[in-house]
């Protein structure tokens, strides 16, 4: 298979031994990858949209030294570890720069991104990025047998039978080579509570279209029913850190750049919530086209 139009050697090298290990139909070109994220913490002690508008390009976690799942990218590390088996070692002595970026694939078409367990706003990347991109199912951290490329594979199938909690359920992308915001993201899709925030400010100055979803919300009431789900001490905190009764990315994220509270803790309560106040049109096909690259049908004013 010919990854010629890929720069890096070390990323053809891992697309071709991704490539030999995957069979099955071709991904259609109308699916999107998205690289879901919370759009208002830190890194660096800068808000991550302003960091992201000085550098012009999405990092990998062995580049930023954030994550919003495990922070294990460094030599010898679970996710170092991941990405030689995966990657046939293709990485093994390559610099953070060149090591892929991380999203999925939204084989389901939701208005929320595909991996929503990871963040309530998220950039869609244009079609060209699915030529460079290696998949798996489930996530890298579960060492996966199951891969993929765009020009084949099973893994759509294979999500799609499978009885997964609905944040887990997401076919995990690397994408290999730059992610720059000017040339390979269609749109930066913000939840709804960042309205007339600074996280919309700052979202304003990228290179990118502004788009928007419906967002996440949950009442007190709503979270407190839902204790089981990560445990009722994420609940407890939720409800400790509602305004008017409710809770929502933008409050969460609020919390957490306070410094009162675990981020650990916070993020179990996010997942509560992303589980259960998801907006219309997480869990469902919404009005894609191949040209329009439109995942919630409605775009910046």
């Known amino acids: 298979m010919d990854f010629g139009h890929v720069e890096s050697v070390r ?19 109308e699916l999107r990858i998205t690289l879901n994220f919370h759009p208002d913490r830190l890194i660096g002690g800068l808000p991550v949209l302003v960091a992201l508008a000085q550098d012009g390009a999405y990092h990998s976690q062995f580049v930023t030294g954030t994550s919003n799942g495990g922070l294990t990218a460094h030599p010898g590390g679970d996710r170092w570890r991941w990405e030689s088996r995966i990657f046939g070692g293709a990485y093994d002595d390559g610099g953070p720069h060149e090591r892929p970026v ?9 208005v929320v991104g595909a ?51 609905a944040l887990n359920d997401y076919i995990e992308a690397q994408i290999h080579g730059r992610v720059l915001l000017d040339r390979h993201v269609e749109a930066l899709v913000l939840d709804a509570s960042y309205r007339g925030t600074p996280v919309e400010a700052a979202a304003r100055q990228l290179p990118c279209p502004l788009e ?7 009442t007190v009431a709503e979270l407190r029913r839902h204790g089981d789900y990560r445990g009722q001490e994420y609940v ?38 992303a589980r259960y106040g998801a ?23």
């Open 102 to 110: 991380y999203g999925a694939l939204n084989f389901r078409r939701q």
């Open 115 to 165: 991996a929503p367990r990871f963040g309530s706003s998220h950039f869609r990347l244009t079609a060209d990025a699915l030529t460079r991109t290696t998949f798996c199912y489930p996530d890298s951290a579960a060492e996966p047998t199951d891969f993929g490329v765009a020009a084949g594979m099973s893994l759509i199938a294979l999500a799609e039978a499978d009885e997964q909690d």
């Open 11 to 29: 990323a053809r090298a891992a697309l071709r031994h991704v490539a030999a290990r995957s069979a099955g139909p071709a991904v259609s070109a």
């Open 212 to 218: 928007w979803h419906p967002g996440y919300r949950l």
């Open 279 to 301: 907006p219309e049109g997480a869990g469902t096909a919404c009005a894609q086209g191949a040209g329009s690259g439109r995942a919630s049908g409605e775009s910046a004013a």
């Open 236 to 273: 407890e905190l939720g409800a400790r850190i509602a305004q008017d009764g409710r809770i929502d990315p933008r409050i969460i994220g609020d919390a957490a750049r306070t410094g009162r509270h675990e981020l650990q803790c916070l993020k179990m309560t996010w997942h509560t919530l």
